[in-house]
């Protein structure tokens, strides 16, 4: 079935460096991809989020970058500071449906 | 000032009990979700309510029943409770269907 993943379950960098989490989704008809934080004992918290019209869009110290072409969809993380450290989803809606399709999760741990 | 609100926190109970899990968004949003997420930390969509109709009902169990008194409450209740019914179960709420704001979870352990 359609699904959305990621390529790396852990990821662990070093205070300062720049972050980048990878997602790859299967389903053509999305149009709209999103990108969470979740700490641990909390729910997930909105980071960004990008529609499949923009290739590009910048918040504060993040940047998420989507390619149609090849379907996947990535989030940088400048400067990783260590309240970064916590699992990042990735999460995908087509038009046809309300609800979103959550990747299995990355957990990125900033070493000090 | 809690934008998405659930109770209780943690819930601990023995198989075969019915028990409910409240939540309540003060964003006037339209669109209320639960969603379950297990012990890999897969978040999956259980259910969601539009202006207190249902519209989206994943493949759950019917001994789960989700009632929407009014738009800002989606509450979830279930009968007879299993073992696999551990989890953490989130709310969550938006307006037209994209960003969705999550509530703090709540951790079901069933016993």
């Known amino acids: 079935g359609e699904s959305v993943g990621l390529h790396l379950p852990t990821l662990s960098v070093q205070e300062g460096d720049n972050s980048i989490i990878n997602c790859a989704y299967s389903n053509s008809a999305s149009d709209y991809f999103i990108w969470y934080k979740q700490e641990s004992g909390k729910g997930p918290q909105f980071i960004i989020d990008?529609?499949?019209?923009?290739d590009k869009r910048q918040g504060q110290r993040v940047t998420v970058l989507l390619n149609k072409t090849v379907k996947h969809l990535s989030l940088q993380i400048a400067a990783t500071q260590p309240g970064d450290s916590a699992v990042y989803f990735c999460?995908?809606?087509?038009?046809?449906?309300?609800?979103?399709?959550f990747g299995s999760g990355t957990r990125l741990q900033v070493q000090p | 000032d809690t934008a998405v609100s659930q109770t209780p926190k943690y819930l601990v109970t023995q198989m075969g009990n019915d028990k409910s899990i409240k939540c309540e968004q003060n964003l006037g949003h339209d669109t209320m979700y639960w969603y379950k997420q297990d012990s890999k930390k897969f978040l999956k969509i259980m259910f969601s309510y539009n202006n207190k109709e249902l519209i989206i009902n994943e493949t759950v169990p019917n001994r789960f029943s989700p009632k929407s008194p009014d738009k800002a409450h989606l509450n979830l209740h279930i009968n007879s409770l299993e073992l696999g019914d551990s989890a953490v179960y989130f709310c969550a709420s938006s307006q037209s269907s994209d960003e969705q704001y999550f509530g703090p979870g709540t951790r079901l352990t069933v016993t």
């Open positions: 999460a995908e809606k087509d038009t046809g449906r309300r609800a979103l399709t």
């Open positions: 990008i529609r499949s019209n923009m």
